[in-house]
């Protein structure tokens, strides 16, 4: 049984969190409870053993600073996610307590999602599908595909006309988008920008090499000097993630 706290001394908050929660968790074959506190005290003189701690952390009666370090001593395995609208706060909760993630007031369902499956240990992209509205060769919409986002190699925007290619395996299709809310709704599915209009899948990468970037399948990509850094950095995050789930 995976056994989740919520603590915020914000009720509508602290409601809103648990239903969508609650939702995410509803979509996995997996025994949960979740519990609900107002107060940080409440929460500590609880003696059911702790697997999530979702805590926020501006709260009048105990910072949840405070209240993660004492729920480590309790349990040193808790994983720890902080909710919060004070990025100042962020640094202090790396040092301090080593948490997990965090989360920015108003909580986005997608962001949670994606920290707790990787607590749950399990694969994002294999359980996550998007619908796209595909074009055919004369640029008509003709209909719509669902497709596993691990499977997909990389995004190539075709900026003339607005749309951009999906490059898998084995097909190619085309959509409508514009780049930039491509990117911010795949980013926390682990796709970063490796040069001016491409969007490739992490995952999928075998091996970077100066400014070139290979893929399982072979296939080569460049990488943007200018974009070198941030990109081999987003790489290293999405190893270590990896390596956690391992």
């Known amino acids: 049984m995976l056994e989740v706290a919520i603590c915020d001394d914000d009720k509508e908050d602290l409601d809103k969190a648990a239903l969508m929660l609650d939702k995410i968790l509803s979509e996995y074959q997996v025994q949960y409870q979740i519990r609900s506190f107002l107060s940080a005290n409440e929460l500590l003189n609880n003696n059911d053993k702790i697997d999530i701690g979702i805590l926020d952390i501006s709260m009048e009666e105990l910072g949840g600073i405070t209240l993660g370090r004492k729920l480590k001593e309790k349990n040193h395995d808790i994983k720890i996610i902080y909710i919060t609208s004070y990025e100042e706060y962020m640094a202090q909760a790396i040092n301090k307590v080593h948490a997990f993630s965090f989360l920015c007031k108003p909580i986005n369902e997608e962001e949670m999602k994606t920290q707790i499956m990787e607590i749950l240990g399990q694969e994002k992209c294999p359980e996550i599908e998007k619908e796209f509205e595909i074009l055919d060769e004369s640029g008509t919409k003709a209909g719509c595909v669902r497709l596993k986002l691990n499977e997909i190699l990389y995004f190539e925007y075709i900026k003339r006309s607005r749309k951009a290619a999906i490059i898998l395996e084995d ?13 911010e709704e795949l980013q926390p599915y682990d796709f970063a920008v490796n040069h001016r209009g491409c969007l490739v899948n992490l995952r999928h990468i075998e091996k970077i090499q100066g400014f070139h970037i290979y893929l399982d399948n072979g296939k080569e990509l460049s990488l943007a000097q200018k974009r070198s850094s941030d990109f081999r950095e987003e790489m290293n995050k999405f190893l270590q993630k990896t390596q956690r789930r391992e």
């Open 171 to 183: 097909c190619r299709y085309e959509c409508e988008c514009t780049f930039e809310n491509l990117v």
